[in-house]
């Protein structure tokens, strides 16, 4: 493989425009946790614009708290075309995994 298609293939791996999946911010002062998802249009990039510019989102759990400062880790990556039930329940089963409902940020 020559190095021009390398650097191709790496950028378009990350491009977070273009990416979408499952994310996990933690609050590094009370180690709450809140699990989302970045389905829309602009993919990971755009979600995390929207906290940037909102300080929360749009998420009720975040909205009651004073703005932080979050660690982001995704957790899982999905293809653009995947359907959103897909990735709804890939929210779902992270959600469980790491019990966000009950013990923390995430509401729903």
Known sequence: MRLGRKNAIFRRALDWTQTRGIYLLTCPRTRERYVGMASGAGGFLARWRE????????NVGLKAREASDYRVSILETIGSTTPDAELLALEARWKDKLQSREVSLSRS
């Open 51 to 58: 906290y940037f510019a909102t300080g929360h989102g749009g």
